[in-house]
């Protein structure tokens, strides 16, 4: 659940934050293919380590974008709403 005192203003850094947190995944997913490459590592070990780390990526991607989905309801309604009401 998202802090109530939460705002608006703030989504641009919590998105810049999840971009970042994404782009980690992907470069840690990026280095274990290239270690893998180097064939020093037993490969069914590399394929648990690769599925381990998209797992916790998409686990986290999908408890935060959750939250996130909650609050872009809330703005969506307020800020129609307030629209409409303008309209009229």
Known sequence: ????NFT???KPHVY??????????ARATR?????E????????????????T????ANANFHLLETLQGIEQKD???FGLEARN???
């Open 16 to 25: 810049d934050l999840l971009y970042r947190l994404n782009s980690s995944f």
């Open 86 to 88: 303008k309209e009229s």
């Open 54 to 57: 998209k797992e916790v990526q």
């Open 31 to 35: 280095n274990l293919f290239e270690l």
């Open 37 to 52: 490459k180097l064939s020093i590592f037993a490969p069914e070990m590399m394929r648990v380590i690769y599925n381990a």
């Open 1 to 4: 659940m998202a802090d109530p």
């Open 76 to 78: 969506w309604a307020r």
């Open 8 to 10: 608006s203003a703030q």
